[in-house]
């Protein structure tokens, strides 16, 4: 019976000694906290706590209706503005051609000078008149353009890939400009941050892959990839055991975890092993 307890100790020594010398952080994620940046009602909720959101998608509406019909006024004038246009260049072709005509027929001596020049006129005038139609179609466009972004102002939409982690509105609820309406979680940012001593630097590397090991799963290896090394030393955080270990002073180091792994959960402490440290 001691036999056996004493060889179950010595592999458990064998195994800890050939994972090497551990470091240990706090997952995190980088968080994005989004509003409208107009104030309204909010019209409707399209999305819920929970919900694995892609870059650009729509979380909560606010009220635009009257911001909508004038977008719709603003689109007819626009296409009322390119009608125009058309209709002046196509009269400014045909008072082209017949001030060209009509130069011909004076060289003939079949007009007189002030005929042609009153046809020279005239497409001249009609120059300035598609110019303003022209110019009437960019200021529609502009009216347009920034109706569109009054628009957006009054939706609240994920800025990156990411997680709802907090919805603090509802439908109904009437918000100011630039209230929090949500956090979400950068599914794309998770990351651990480790404090190791001087004496590691020469042993660990930039883009070097490294072992990561989380208490909710033991025994389970998630591949993290060294991301910074910060170029300062800095004092041990606060949260270590010993004030010996406080006055210490270490360089953090941060470690890239996998985006697309849902078992890794913000504040779960972590183990990194680096492979050169030994």
């Known amino acids: 019976m001691h036999a056996a307890r004493a060889l179950t100790m010595i592999l458990l020594l064998i195994g800890c000694s050939g994972r090497g010398k551990a470091v240990s952080g706090t997952i995190e994620v980088d968080e994005a906290h989004v509003g409208p940046r107009a104030g309204g009602r909010v019209e409707k909720i399209l999305a819920w706590e929970g919900d694995h959101l892609h870059e650009g998608q729509l979380i909560a509406q606010l009220d635009a209706s009257e911001l909508r019909a004038r977008r719709d006024l603003a689109a007819a004038q626009i296409d009322t503005a390119l009608h125009d246009a058309d209709a002046q260049q196509a009269q400014l072709v045909f008072l082209q051609d017949e001030a060209r005509r009509q130069q011909d027929l004076l060289q003939r001596r079949v007009v007189s000078s002030s005929d042609a020049e009153r046809a020279g006129s005239s497409a001249k005038t ?153």
């Open 126 to 278: 009609q120059e300035k008149n598609l110019a303003a139609a022209k110019m009437r179609i960019a200021q529609a466009r502009a009216q347009l353009a920034d109706i569109d972004a009054q628009l957006a102002e009054m939706q609240v939409v994920a800025p990156a890939d990411s997680v709802l982690e907090v919805l603090s509105v509802k439908a109904g609820d009437v918000l100011p400009a630039n209230r929090e309406a949500a956090t979400l979680l950068l599914t794309g940012h998770v990351w651990v941050r480790v404090y190791v001593p001087e004496s590691w630097l020469g042993l660990i590397k930039l883009g070097e892959h490294v072992r990561v090991r989380v208490d909710s799963f033991p025994g389970k290896d998630f591949d993290g990839v060294v991301e910074q090394i910060n170029r300062q030393a800095e004092f041990t955080p606060r949260n270590v055991q010993t004030v010996a270990d406080r006055i210490k002073q270490v360089f953090g180091v941060k470690i890239r975890l996998p985006p697309d792994d849902d078992r890794l959960r913000a504040g779960m402490a972590a183990d990194v092993y680096f492979p050169n440290v030994k």
